[in-house]
């Protein structure tokens, strides 16, 4: 990844390794991130446990590819091309599966919904019978920390 990474987007409990000798040590983003988040983060950084790491047989669980993903905000176009007699199961089963809060939270493009959220939408507005192009309202490129 030649793109210089913000640590202020990573979390404060983020998981760092050091484990340079890892074969995945190129791609991986709590390894790229580690030189510099041991610079800048101040006396304690949070370091995954070399001797667990050590001890892993069937590659590293703990592995995070540095790679943007594109994400979706706010779904508001879609609740517009759902006709209004389906608004409401369309809601009802989003709202069964995010909560309400968080629905409302990505129906305006408040939080970033995740990639289940994102196929839940479009599962629910084929099922009300649209058919779109584009469900989200904007996309952005992020790194997924977690």
């Excluded at 390794?17 to 190129?26: D, G, K, L, R, V």
């Excluded at 995954?48 to 979706?72: D, F, H, I, T």
């Excluded at 408040?110 to 479009?122: F, N, P, S, V």
Aim: glycine share 6%; with cysteine.
């Amino acid at each position: 990844m030649n793109e210089v990474i913000n640590l202020e987007e990573m979390p404060a409990m983020f998981g760092l390794c050091n484990q340079s000798e890892c074969p995945h040590a190129n791609t991986c983003l709590r390894q790229i991130v580690y030189p510099t988040a041991a610079q800048n983060r101040g006396a304690f950084i949070n370091l995954l446990n070399p001797v667990w790491l050590a001890a892993q047989k069937n590659g590293c669980s703990q592995y995070l590819k540095s790679e943007k993903v594109r994400r979706a905000y706010g779904f508001i176009r879609t609740l517009k091309a759902i006709p209004l007699g389906k608004q409401d199961k369309f809601r009802s089963a989003a709202i069964c599966r995010m909560g309400r809060k968080r629905y409302y939270q990505a129906r305006k493009g408040e939080i970033m919904l995740t990639e289940a959220d994102e196929q839940l939408i479009i599962k629910l507005a084929n099922q009300c019978g649209i058919k779109l192009d584009e469900y989200f309202d904007r996309y952005q490129y992020v790194l997924l920390w977690q």
